[in-house]
């Protein structure tokens, strides 16, 4: 097998209250990655569909997650010169998932090459060591080599980042009702730009009622008490401050309450605006209501209404095309 066809999802980190340290992986939209093992050393990015990204590799997401992942493997595998010169990686991204979005793109485009490599070198690597190269092509799009979109789209569902050094990432449990409604307002907000506005110091008041949050929201996921994710959907610390960035956010949020949402708020590092549902006829609803709010405003969007992805990136054989 030389080649792979790779699925990458989108992801929503943060959850609200858990900033840098939750995400979840949904069914749609998704990346999809032509990725070719060949004998020709180096990394190519030989075409790029629906989206303008960088031409300068060491720019490009996936090349640079990549990359380090090649790196680690020449010297795990400790190859001699003439073996190490004669492995190399195409690759194709059809980017369905739109850079700026907030929903994981980069983190779709690093997390596919990576899982899919992996799959072509024989899985040499474990999923942990999988979600620090990974983590390297955040490093490059956000500046910061945050976890919590590469994560869920590595490990599929939802998942908690209880440390960074050393990386500890466990999959939470996912209640079988939840459903997801997103809007992406049409704007670009650049995760450097969203995380440089941010504050460095919070208040400790700020900090309990955070944590606060985040612990109940993870009891609320194992006992699939809605009412419990409900509550604990609230962010303080960050959401006060992005918020501003996003047309009608505040407007949204209410009116996808009233119909029936859990609650949500921004997704990463936004423009996207997520929603939690209890089943699919109300996450409906919710994504309707996004609608309503949003088609009088002279602001394109997109809405998407889906399920949890227990899978995450997913993968399959191919010819080599040429
Ligand atoms: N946790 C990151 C942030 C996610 O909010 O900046 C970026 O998608």
Redesign the pocket.
């Known amino acids: 097998m030389n080649g792979i066809k790779i699925f990458s999802p989108a992801t929503v980190?943060?959850l609200a209250c858990g900033?840098?340290v939750i995400g979840l992986a949904l069914d749609l939209p998704k990346d999809e990655i032509f990725l070719y093992k060949s004998n020709n050393p180096g990394i190519r990015i030989k075409k790029i569909h629906g989206s303008s990204l960088p031409n300068d590799p060491k720019k490009n997401v996936a090349f640079v997650a990549l990359q380090f992942l090649l790196k680690q493997y020449k010297k795990k595998q400790k190859f001699d010169k003439e073996k190490e010169e004669k492995i190399g990686f195409d690759i194709e991204l059809i980017k369905n998932i739109h850079p700026g979005s907030?929903i994981?793109s980069s983190?779709a485009s690093a997390a596919g090459v990576v899982y899919g490599a992996n799959i072509l070198l024989g899985k040499p690597f474990n999923t942990m060591q999988l979600i620090r190269f990974a983590m390297e092509g955040e490093r490059v799009a956000?500046g910061?080599a945050?976890a919590?979109?590469v994560a869920p789209a590595i490990m599929g569902g939802l998942t908690l980042i209880r440390s960074y050094q050393p990386l500890d990432i466990t999959k939470l449990h996912t209640p079988d009702k939840l459903w997801v409604s997103i809007l992406h307002p049409q704007i670009v907000v650049r995760?450097s730009d969203?995380?440089e506005i941010l504050k460095q110091k919070i208040l400790m008041t700020d900090a309990i009622r955070q944590w606060g949050n985040i612990g109940a929201l993870v009891a609320g996921l194992y006992r699939e008490d809605y009412e419990l994710i409900s509550r604990s959907l609230e962010d303080v610390i960050?959401e006060p401050i992005r918020s501003m960035l996003i047309p009608a956010f505040h407007e949204l949020k209410i009116r996808c309450k009233e119909i029936g949402a859990l609650g949500g708020g921004i997704?990463?590092?936004g423009p996207s605006v997520f929603m939690l549902s209890k089943g699919n006829d109300t996450a409906k609803k919710v994504t309707e209501v996004m609608n309503q709010v949003y088609s009088p405003l002279q602001v394109d969007y997109k809405t998407y209404t889906s399920p949890i992805s227990q899978q995450g990136v997913k993968c399959k054989c191919i010819q080599k095309l040429n």
Do not use: L
Request: net charge negative; proline share 0%; aromatic share 6%.
């Open positions: 980190a943060n900033f840098d907030g994981g983190a956000s910061t945050h919590d979109n995760t969203a995380r960050v997704s990463g590092s």
